[in-house]
């Protein structure tokens, strides 16, 4: 694994890559809350192959944009931060396979709608699809403090402890608990090592502060699914089988694009990735074989 520094037009972000220097193959966008390197067990890998890219994004992980949460009233700053970040990224004749989970599926789709080329195809893990309506779209238009009242979600995201004396200690706390309670223990490790940053005072805190978070989570806005009206490429929605974040059914989703390939992973939850890590690495490098036009997948060990 490599840590990047990647400069964009607005700054820059932080990465892990793995696999030989180069345009990347597969880029990978995390979800809410969480950092890059907590899927570096699925993603590591891949990089026997290919060459993999996962950014931390705005306010998440080492990330150094600013991260202000009265600014964020829609995920559309993440979509323009990938955009941009994007632009000096693609130097290869075939674009990459984009990939993410959670809120960084939402933010694959949005931008893959935007920009007709970004992706060769894209494969998202229980993105973030909303139902369309006008609560949803009026909602920039009340303060913030309501809009992240109206979400339990958010508000929780709000009240989280962001202070702990180690990152011993604050996996201690999370381990089989609330949303981490159905992880395999690597993946906290992984998000415990970024989700966290040394205070001068000899403690650590949240990299994502919770007022960041819970101005993501209500930041929530619909679009999702009409994105995938626009998408030429080949697309993977992989379902949780129970609490999705995906509010509107597949049927609906197929009429928006016909070739979707919508699978709903048996006895997994809105963190499918963390559960079923196998399955979700075997996705991820079935779309670059087929990107890769080989149509076959190499066998790789887990690692």
């Known amino acids: 694994m490599r840590r990047l520094t990647v400069a964009f037009a607005e700054g820059q972000t932080t990465a ?17 809350g969480f950092n890059a390197l907590t899927y570096r067990s699925i993603l590591a890998p891949l990089g026997q192959r290919y060459r993999i890219l996962a950014l931390d994004q705005r306010g998440h992980g080492r990330c150094p944009l600013p991260a202000e949460p009265t600014a964020l009233r829609s995920w559309d700053q993440y979509v323009q931060d990938f955009l941009t970040v994007a632009a000096p990224l693609w130097g290869q004749a075939t674009p990459p396979v984009i990939a993410g989970h959670s809120m960084g599926g939402a933010v694959a789709l949005m931008a893959a709608a935007r920009r007709p080329g970004l992706a060769d195809r894209v494969v998202v893990f229980d993105p973030v699809v909303p139902p369309d309506g006008l609560r949803l779209r009026l909602l920039p238009l009340v303060p913030q403090a309501q809009r992240i009242a109206r979400f339990p979600i958010a508000a929780a995201a709000q009240r989280r402890r962001d202070r702990f004396p180690s990152r011993v200690a604050a996996q201690d706390s999370y381990r089989g608990r609330g949303a981490f309670a159905t992880w395999q223990a690597v993946f906290l490790n992984d998000y415990v090592e970024d989700g966290f940053r040394d205070t001068d005072a000899g403690d650590v805190t949240l990299s994502c502060a919770p007022g960041w978070e819970a101005a993501t989570f209500a930041g929530v806005r619909p679009g999702v699914a009409a994105a995938l009206k626009t998408i030429a490429c080949p697309v993977d929605l992989l379902l949780a089988a129970r609490g999705s974040a995906v509010q509107i059914d597949a049927e609906h989703l197929r009429l928006l694009k016909p070739d979707l390939r919508i699978e709903t992973m048996s006895g997994t939850s809105h963190f499918l990735p963390m559960e079923v890590p196998n399955i979700a690495r ?19 060990a887990a690692g």
């Open 282 to 300: 075997e996705r991820l490098a079935r779309a670059l074989a087929e990107r890769a036009g080989t149509g076959s997948v190499m066998p790789m």
């Open 16 to 32: 892990i890559a793995f696999g030989a220097e180069g345009p990347p193959d597969l880029v990978f966008l995390h979800a809410t």
